[in-house]
Structure formats: structure tokens, C-alpha cells
């Protein structure tokens, strides 16, 4: 066994030192960690379980103020599709005026 151990023995592994090109290592945290892109930024993310936290999150998320631009987009777009509505059902608008 003594001849044969010198060719079937196994060799040790041979390290491998790997650096990625484009891996800043100035505290950023493990490069190889998939995190989307706005995880930070969401208030719904995390461990809040229970139904009083869900609804204090809910509550501090409608006190936000919002884009003021974005709301008066919305209630103009909002008036047209009720408007075309209106008129796909032949609705009268005279009933309103005197």
C-alpha cells in the first residue's frame, strides 16, 4: 500500500484569492447581497407584526405630506375618466343647471 498511497493520494486545495473589479470596500457592506433598489425608503418593510402597529404605520403614512403636483394630476385625470364615463352612459348634465 505503500506505492500506491503515493498515487492515489489526494493533493490539498489550492487557495483562491478572489476580489471582484468593481467592489468598493469602503464600508458599504457584503457586495454579494441582493437588496432592492428603494428598501430604505419603504415604511411597510420590516418585523411590525400585529394589528395596532400595522395600524399606527397606516395612520403615520397618511399624515405624510405628498407632492402637491401629483395630487392635482390625479384628480384632473380622475375628472376625465369620470367625465368620458358620464358620456359612454349618455348621462344628462342638464339636470344640474337651471
Known sequence: MGML??????RKNRKFEYNPRFFDDKGKGNP???EPKFDQFRST???QRGLKNK???ALEDTKRKG???VKIRF???LGVLIF???YIIDFDL???FS
Open 55 to 57: 395600524i399606527s404605520n
Open 75 to 77: 384628480l384632473i385625470i
Open 5 to 10: 498511497s503515493k498515487i492515489t493520494r489526494l
Open 84 to 86: 368620458i364615463f358620464l
Open 67 to 69: 407632492d402637491r403636483n
Open 94 to 96: 342638464s339636470i344640474f
Open 32 to 34: 454579494y447581497k441582493i
Open 45 to 47: 418593510l420590516g418585523n
